[in-house]
């Protein structure tokens, strides 16, 4: 889930970064509105190969709706061709690309020029560009790094424009808050594990993995959990998960302890999406 922050830097005038003067003709009142409201800044998760990856892109439209202006007019606070700097604050991972091919691996860029992707539609060679900020919107003012993280952990990125008066700065500060996962090696038969998961999660819902892509249900026979205000033993069977009175383990508690039967031979990866 991606949060934003945004600040004037320097005392400067407003910037037409994805905010549209409410007169503009390009723009139906609702488009203008939900640009207002929106943060010029996005993010893109991609898995591929096992590898995490994350584009950071930065959208831009004129006063008047427009990256590149119709034919005959100019505008008076042109976003095309603006440089863009991008800034890894916080959180692993390295720039491996840009959508200018201006910078190599590091943990910043600068000077990423926007394009119109219109333009770069209509191009031999076209680079990668993303879905705009309104849809339907037929050219957009882009500009994008693409982050390699080897944690998909969460990254804070500081994206950094000039006014357009030219005399100043405008910051963005966007976070993306992914979950950690943890890896944990189950062995037949038993296993004493301790729940880095979400507090009061469902073990069934545990048991399917992190973002419920690696479910391992089908080889767990039993999960116990030691219930101290009871001096009792509670337990989960996934195979009686229908069967009333069957289970009395309700809730994984963060940082408790519980025991996990598999059905073997071999140990089986439970991967947790780990809470801050």
Known sequence: MPRFFSALVRGIALLPVAVVSFA???LQTGDQEALAASSPVDFVVENLDGSQFVYVVFHALDRDGFCSPPEGAVS?????DIPVDFVIEAGDGVIIETSDGSAGFGRSATGVKTFSTAV?????SPVRAFAPLVTGLTD??????????SIPGPLRVLVTVPSDDGAGELTFL???ERPATIDV????????????????????????????TSDITGKVTALYGWDAATQTWRAYFPAGAGVPGANDLTALRAGAAYWVAITGPGPVTWSIAETP
């Open 24 to 26: 503009s003709p390009a």
């Open 120 to 124: 770069n539609a209509a191009s031999a």
């Open 140 to 149: 957009e003012c882009q500009a994008w790094i693409k982050v390699s993280q």
């Open 76 to 80: 008076l606070h042109p976003v095309l």
């Open 185 to 212: 090696t189950l062995n037949f038969r038993w296993s004493l594990v301790t729940w880095h998961g979400a507090d009061t999660a469902t073990p069934a819902s545990a048991l399917l993995g992190a973002g419920g």
């Open 174 to 176: 966007a976070d993306l």
